[in-house]
Every structure is written in structure tokens, then in C-alpha cells.
């Protein structure tokens, strides 16, 4: 292989390397923005409204996010049997 195409080959790898990079940088900051919504809306939802919400979800990463970032807004009796 060429010394010019081993460099064409490594300018597309960085390239790649650099958009993975920068969407990963995005979604930290789109999960980090969801967890401080989820943890401040036990201002404003009920422990029951919360339990009923996650009862109704089917989608279990979304079941796992409600379960990791508002475990205080189940009601204090909650037990996940999932």
C-alpha cells in the first residue's frame, strides 16, 4: 500500500473519529439535560401520577431511565418486580 493511500485512509479515520466524538459530546448533553427534567418534576407530579405513568410505558429503556433518574418520585412503598 501507498504511503498516499495509508494517508487517505487515516484522514477518513480521523475524520469519523471526529464525528463520533462530536455526537457523543451531543448526547452526553441531551442526557444529562433529561436527568435534571426528570429529577425536578417531583415538583409538579404526584408519586401516583408518576407509578401510573410508568405502568403504562412499555418501553423498558424508558422504564429504566424513570427508574434511575426519578427514583424519588415513586411513591415511598414502590417495589419493581420487572
Not at 33 to 61: C, H, R, T
Not at 63 to 76: A, S
Amino acid at each position: 500500500m501507498s504511503e498516499e493511500k495509508i494517508k487517505i485512509i487515516l484522514d477518513k479515520l480521523g475524520n469519523t473519529v471526529g464525528k463520533l466524538s462530536e455526537e457523543n459530546r451531543v448526547c452526553k448533553i441531551r442526557d444529562n439535560a433529561a436527568e435534571i427534567l426528570v429529577k425536578n418534576l417531583n415538583k409538579y407530579i404526584k408519586p401516583k401520577d408518576w407509578l401510573k405513568l410508568y405502568n403504562q410505558i412499555d418501553d423498558i429503556y424508558v422504564k429504566d431511565l424513570m427508574l434511575d433518574w426519578g427514583k424519588d418520585l415513586f411513591p415511598v412503598n414502590f417495589e419493581n418486580d420487572e
